[in-house]
Structure formats: structure tokens, C-alpha cells
């Protein structure tokens, strides 16, 4: 199989898939983000797993996104035959107004002309390949699961006869087909008709949600792709990730392969702000909840970033048997800098907070709460301002003194005594001024 490194992204601020130029899935962790990789080929060829489409060298192949959306499209061409495969992940509002977003993705393949033929490559291996997989055929669905961890299931329901899928053989395609990989065993019969309905509905979803989004003069499809992808990046918590991925390298062959599927203060709070700026006020609300709840009375420590979910122990594992990213050793998962001091961080949090403030009119209740954290932020940064941090290098060696962490928490002193004037709390003001002043004097 031809192994190119371009990727698409599809997914449903829940978990995400990346998915090669040649249609081939070669990242997807199930149910979560952070949970065990299904599919891996990005970081070990050979036991990684993938699913994808084996076609005659005949083909050719153009990926594109549908304007506008999440959902990928991957076209096969060749001198007889075309087809198309679609692939997203449901994401879209439920009766009760709570969106529906399923651990799980459909590939619906739309014949176009000639008589398509391909065979189906289906190699999952769930938990990040650490075990054996064990594939059962069952009448609805095949089922696979992992030596090591029988309780995460996968279930693939298709169309397509599922022994064909088994057993690789040819797939001659004369009407449209879908697959459904599922980390839940479905109740209700899954169908093409149902399919279609899942794809209208996370269709309008993601036009309505560009169609909110600011528009610009200049390069706004690039800047609509950007924010697109940033989206794909925000759990529905509120929490955002740095990265759907782990272990791909700073330098191809080199160690400094890290797992970014975390929440970082600082990286979050750049991309919440961009979301609030065109148009997404949501996104901001959803993560200032999500820090809130991070930071309860009996947590008064701050960490540089969470798991998504809150957890504070990120611990990092090598996992050995894996090649990593083109010979990229070690993979790891979890992430040690959770330990670090990064000074920095807090003002971009609280540069975030500040606009909030200007421009949510949020409830009492919610500007009273913000305010507790407001008050907890800036005792830690007058409290931690002269001390050396990792920086936002998060270098692994010795603390030391680092301009841009000075800076950044002159940032978060001027942004709190911003807010404290706007709310009238005049005592706060004047003290956070004061300190913002002498870190000033220390950066000149």
C-alpha cells in the first residue's frame, strides 16, 4: 500500500481520525481522544493497524474536504471507474438540544461510474497494538478486541457482505455501500438509509457552524479550514487539545516526541480566543466552565494543563513495541511536564478572562465565580513571578529565568486589575497595578 504523509482530520469533539491521501485511516482512538489507539499505522507500519482501500494501480486518488465541513471525501479515478469515499463522524443536535456524538465513524463509498473494484484492508489493533487482536464474524457486525483488554470493543457493521471484508476479497461496487465502525454495539438496525440521515444531519451541522463564523476578504477558505480544524480539537467539555495525536517528532529520528492530547493553559487560551473572535462565544463559555471545574476550593495549586477531562496525573509510559513516526523512538503516552512551572501560562488565561469579561454578559452567578479564580490567579502569579520556570520551551533540564514568562505574567497583573476595575473592586486594582509595575521595571 502506497504510504503517503498527507492527512485529513475528521471528527466530532469527541475523538478524531486521521486519514491518509490513499483513503487509508491510520490514527483513531476510541471512545476519547486520549483513550488507546484502534488504529496507529502513523506510528508503526507494520502493527499499528489501518483500514483502508486496496485498488489497482489504475486509480488515482484526490482528497478534498466538502466546503465548508468536517466531513472528507476521498476520490478514486481511473480510465473505467470512480468512486468516492466519505468519511465522517455524527455530530449534530439531538431532540433535547444536547448534541449526539458517537464513538464512531462512517465511510459511506458512493459509486459513480463504471464498475468500481477494490478490496477492503480491515487490520484494527486496539489498544495500541500492545496485545494479539481477536476478530470474531458475527451476522451484524465483525468484532474485535485486544488479548490484553477484552472489555473495549470495536464493532464494524457494513453493507458489504462481512466475510468479503474478512477475507479481503474483491469488492466489485454497483451501488453505493457504508461501513459503521462503532465502539458501541448498535440497538437500532444500522442501514444505508440510516447512514444518509447521519451524514445529512452532520452536514447541516457543520454549515451552520461555518455559516456563523466571521467571514473575511482575503484567504478566507484557508482561515475557515484553520478554524474548521480547531474546532475538531475542542472536547464538548470545553477543554482543547494541543494536538489529536501522540509521539509525532520535533525532528524526524530525534526523542522529542511528545503526547499532546492534553489541555494546555496557555495553547488553549490562544485558540479559545481566536474561536470567541469570530463568532464562537460558546466555545469560550464551555472552557471557562471547564477551568472553573479544574480549579475547585480544595485544588488551589494551578498545573500548566490537564488531562481532558480534568485529571491532573498525566504520568508518561514509553510504549516500546511501537517503531514510532518514521523510526521516531520512543512513543509515549501521558505527558511528565504536568509537573513543570511555566509562569507564563496564566497570562494568557487571564488576557482570555479579561475579554470574556468585556464582552460576555454573563450571569451573576458565573461573573462571581470567574472572579474567585480572577482573585486565586493573581495571588499565585505575585506569589511565583521572581522564581525560574520551564518557559514555554518546557525545557527538561534546570529552571531558569526566562523574559517571555516575566512578561507574560506582567500580562496577567494588568489583565486582573483591568477586570477588578470594571467590577469596582478598587483595593485589588491598586495592589495588582502596583506588582504589574515592578515586574515591568525587572523586564526593562
Same mark, same amino acid.
Given at each position: ?97 444536547? #448534541? +449526539?456524538? &458517537? $464513538?464512531?465513524? =462512517?465511510?459511506?463509498?458512493?459509486? *459513480? !461510474?463504471? /464498475?468500481?473494484?477494490?478490496?477492503? #484492508? +480491515?487490520? &484494527? $489493533?486496539?489498544? =495500541?497494538?500492545?496485545?494479539?487482536? *481477536? !476478530?470474531? /464474524? ?307
Amino acid at each position: 500500500m502506497n504510504h503517503r504523509l498527507n492527512y485529513g482530520a475528521v471528527g466530532n469533539c469527541r475523538t478524531a481520525a486521521l486519514i491518509s491521501e490513499t483513503g487509508n485511516i491510520e490514527w483513531l482512538c476510541l471512545p476519547e481522544f486520549d483513550s488507546p489507539s484502534i488504529f496507529a499505522a502513523l506510528l508503526d507500519r507494520e502493527k499499528g493497524g489501518c483500514f483502508g482501500f486496496e485498488v489497482s494501480e489504475a486509480y488515482r486518488t484526490e482528497q478534498s474536504y466538502i466546503p465548508h465541513t468536517n466531513i472528507l471525501s476521498t476520490h478514486f479515478i481511473s480510465d473505467e471507474a470512480e468512486f468516492t469515499v466519505l468519511d465522517f463522524m455524527p455530530y449534530y443536535r439531538a431532540q433535547n438540544s444536547e #448534541h +449526539y456524538l &458517537p $464513538a464512531e465513524l =462512517y465511510r459511506y463509498v458512493r459509486r *459513480i !461510474r463504471g /464498475v468500481p473494484r477494490f478490496r477492503v #484492508h +480491515y487490520a &484494527p $489493533a486496539p489498544d =495500541y497494538a500492545r496485545g494479539k487482536t *481477536i !476478530r470474531n /464474524v458475527g451476522t451484524e457486525y465483525i468484532e474485535s478486541y485486544s488479548s490484553l483488554n477484552a472489555t473495549d470493543r470495536q464493532y464494524l457493521y457494513s453493507s458489504i457482505p462481512l466475510e468479503d471484508i474478512e477475507r479481503s476479497r474483491e469488492i466489485v461496487l454497483e451501488k453505493d455501500e457504508f461501513f459503521l465502525l462503532s465502539y458501541n454495539e448498535k440497538v437500532i438496525p444500522v442501514d444505508i438509509e440510516r447512514e444518509k440521515l447521519e451524514y445529512c444531519r452532520t452536514l447541516v451541522y457543520w454549515l451552520n457552524w461555518s455559516n456563523r463564523t466571521k467571514k473575511y476578504t482575503l484567504y478566507n477558505d484557508v482561515i475557515e479550514r484553520s478554524l474548521l480544524t480547531l474546532k475538531l480539537m475542542s472536547y464538548y467539555n470545553g477543554a482543547m487539545l494541543a494536538a489529536l495525536t501522540t509521539s509525532l517528532p520535533e525532528t524526524v529520528g530525534e526523542v522529542r516526541n511528545w503526547d499532546y492530547r492534553f489541555c494546555w493553559l496557555r495553547d488553549a487560551s490562544m485558540s479559545i480566543e481566536t474561536l470567541f473572535k469570530v463568532g464562537h462565544p460558546g466555545v469560550a463559555q464551555r472552557f471557562m466552565r471547564f477551568i472553573q471545574s479544574t480549579f475547585t476550593a480544595d485544588r488551589d495549586s494551578f498545573q500548566i494543563m490537564y488531562g481532558i477531562r480534568g485529571e491532573r496525573q498525566l504520568t508518561e509510559t514509553i510504549l516500546e513495541h511501537l517503531s514510532g513516526y518514521k523510526g521516531s523512538k520512543p512513543v509515549r503516552i501521558g505527558n511528565d511536564a504536568y509537573h513543570q512551572r511555566q509562569n507564563d501560562s496564566f497570562g494568557y488565561l487571564m488576557d482570555l478572562i479579561y475579554q470574556y469579561y468585556r464582552l460576555v454578559p454573563g450571569p451573576l452567578d458565573e461573573i462571581e465565580d470567574m472572579w474567585e479564580l480572577v482573585k486565586k490567579i493573581q495571588a499565585n502569579v505575585m506569589q511565583e513571578w521572581r522564581k525560574p520556570d520551564k518557559g514555554i520551551w518546557e525545557i527538561r533540564g534546570e529552571e531558569r529565568h526566562f523574559v517571555s514568562s516575566k512578561v507574560m505574567c506582567w500580562v496577567a497583573l494588568d489583565r486582573g486589575a483591568r477586570i477588578a476595575r470594571m467590577l469596582g473592586k478598587y483595593d485589588c486594582e491598586k495592589r495588582w497595578q502596583q506588582e504589574a509595575g515592578l515586574i515591568r521595571r525587572d523586564v526593562l
